[in-house]
């Protein structure tokens, strides 16, 4: 997939459709202009009128909670004119292309797309089609990447942890299914952590996983040792075509991080998941909401973050 589509020739982010291709700088920027976002005393964001004047459209092709509700909230921090279209309710019910939907909000001077599709390459595909004044942002598509949720995770991390270089981070669960994952392993590689180490049955991972630049485990107590941060992912039974568990149930046995098996990590492991979570099938509940989890750190995250990336996309450049 092209990825220097996201760059202009100044090597400015124009759209965030993957973090594949991006450098740790330009990483470096977002999670720096996320943080100036932030009242260091009380930790909320105050309104910007950075993008005042502009409109942004949220086309969520598939549901969401987080992604779609903290893209709203940070748009609205930035001054802009947000609308989230509903897709069940819209003209693509009567047949409508997508690239006709496209066309017409463009014709309605719409500045920028938030796109989540469950097609793999979709808002890629919108960003070869808009308009040079028009950005598009990847809020998930398919199986391929969710890059926005990758960088509030690295932002999350960056705050506990401070630093990425002497991390190791241990990616659970379903590997194969998962964008989230996917964008990830991208992101702390480019960030230059220690290791990255994904642990999961053998019918959840891709094939020739390594060529990530991920180490392997099978193991859910081997792979957490040594680890720092933890990184649970939801079983995507919507994703998966064929039986590769033989329960949910036997599945927790093996792969659910429960109290015990936390203990096997750094004492200081932080523990993360994108959402939704299914307690009792990937976590126990008393660790989601125990003390080493960061979880709702995550989703609180997503709004700054989100702001930044908005921001830089729109050619917005200088401290905020
Ligand atoms: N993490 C995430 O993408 O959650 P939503 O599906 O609720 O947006």
Redesign the pocket.
């Given at each position: 997939m092209m990825n220097n589509l996201q760059l202009n020739t100044e090597g400015r982010l124009k759209h965030f459709l993957t973090i594949e291709g991006l450098s740790k700088g330009l990483l470096t920027e977002i999670l720096d202009l996320a943080e100036s976002f932030i009242n260091p005393i009380d930790g909320r964001i105050k309104t910007f009128p950075l993008l005042r004047g502009k409109s942004i459209v949220n086309l969520f092709f598939?549901?969401?909670?987080?992604?779609?509700t903290t893209f709203e909230l940070a748009a609205k921090r930035l001054s802009a004119d947000v609308l989230s279209m509903s897709i069940a309710t819209s003209s693509t019910s009567k047949g409508e292309s997508l690239l006709d939907t496209i066309r017409n909000l463009e014709a309605m001077y719409v500045d920028m797309f938030v796109v989540?599709h469950g097609i793999s390459g979709a808002a890629h595909f919108i960003a070869e089609h808009v308009g040079p004044q028009v950005s598009v942002i990847n809020?998930?598509d398919g199986q391929h990447a969710?890059p926005t949720?990758a960088m509030l995770d690295m932002f999350t991390i960056r705050r506990m942890k401070k630093d990425f270089s002497p991390l190791k981070v241990a990616i659970v669960g379903d590997i194969l299914h998962s964008r989230?994952a996917r964008s990830n392993i991208q992101a702390l590689n480019t960030l230059g952590v220690a290791e990255v180490r994904v642990i999961a049955p053998k019918t959840l991972l891709p094939a020739q996983v390594e060529t990530m630049g991920v180490s392997v485990s099978h193991n859910l107590a081997d792979g957490l040792k040594d680890i720092d941060v933890i990184i649970m992912l939801r079983l995507q039974k919507e994703r998966m075509t064929a039986a590769l568990l033989p329960s949910e149930n036997e599945y927790f046995k093996a792969f659910g991080l429960t109290p015990e098996r936390l203990k096997l990590a750094k004492p200081d492991a932080i523990v993360m998941h994108?959402?939704?979570i299914n307690r009792g099938v990937e976590i126990a509940s008393s660790v989601a909401d125990g003390e080493q989890s960061v979880i709702l750190d995550q989703v609180s995250n997503g709004i700054a973050v989100r702001m930044a990336i908005m921001a830089m996309a729109m050619q917005w450049q200088g401290g905020a």
């Open positions: 598939e549901n969401s909670t987080r992604t779609r989540r809020a998930g969710h949720q989230v994108p959402g939704p």
